[in-house]
């Protein structure tokens, strides 16, 4: 039994920021992400992907480490691991994507079949996760939520990525909870403001639906009631890879523990604000550390 599983390709991400020539070459994927920040809340994690044979045995004993289950990770060596490379603008306000390897997708025969869980999270980087996956793991949990990114995401033959719609909608009847980057929910929907789309995504079944809208905060919509949550002021932003992830760790972590959805989202918000200050998943803070943060946004939320 665990709080949170989640579900989708770990990767090896090349990140290459402005004023350095050579890229940081790290731990990647949505699913490190949003485990290791909700791993640092306390919850039991679990993480469900696959990877080829060149995913480095540092990065499994890393995650290990951190106490995070490791037992639905399979390990295919005839395959490549996922790998992006991530190049950002000289204002780290755009990047670029490059996909340069892509690992076999999850299969139902991959999921384990004792798997129990307060919330799967479902997190895509290309297209790995079907319908019938995502089916299946419902069947498991209490709550399902998705980051539809790997679900709207098109590459070509080299590798550039672009934005398309959401071939395969049913999958959104299926989920509890529905996170998204501005982009990608308007992709997604095909519609060309955030607040048209979140309604969208409620008509096809969604309940709540976040949308990460980087250094303006968040927005969640659930019940007819939309909650606008601050960014919190990082110290320095380093490397914005990762932060809407960090995001849905902590807010996955307050949910189950039955908090309400301002506190959720200020528990987002605190963790996105770490893991931007250091390189990759490498910074996540304390829990003190992120409750400190959180309270900050939270006490002038009810203020206002």
Sequence with gaps: MFDIVTVGHLAIDSILLPERQ?????????TAYVSL??????????????????????????????????SG????????????????????????????????????????????ADAIHLAPLAGEISYDVAERLKSHADVL??????????????GNVSLKPLTDKRILGLVDILKSSRSEIEAATGLSDVASAMEAVHKL??????????????????????????????????????AGDAFMGGFLAEYVYGE??????????????LVVEGIGPTNFGDKTEIYRRARLLYEKEIKE
């Design 22 to 30: 050579t890229p940081f070459v790290v731990l990647g994927g949505a």
């Design 37 to 70: 920040a909700a791993k640092r809340l306390d919850t039991r994690v679990s993480i469900i992907s696959k990877v080829g044979g060149d995913f480095p045995e540092a990065y499994q004993w890393w995650l290990q480490q951190e106490s995070i289950d490791l």
């Design 73 to 116: 990770l399979v390990k295919d060596e005839t395959a490549l691991t996922t790998r992006f490379e991530l190049k950002y603008s000289d204002l780290q306000t755009e990047r670029t994507l490059l996909l340069k390897g892509k690992a076999p997708p999850i299969m139902i025969d991959d999921l384990p079949s004792s798997l129990r």
């Design 145 to 158: 939520s998705l980051d539809p990114q790997g679900l709207v995401r098109s590459f070509d033959e080299a």
């Design 205 to 242: 079944g969604v309940k709540i639906v976040v949308v990460t809208l980087g250094g303006e905060g968040a927005v969640i919509s659930v019940d007819g009631a939309t909650y606008r949550i601050p960014a919190y002021p990082s110290e320095k932003v380093v490397d914005p890879t990762g």
């Design 260 to 273: 309400n959805y301002l506190r959720c989202g200020c528990v987002g918000s605190a963790a996105a604000s």
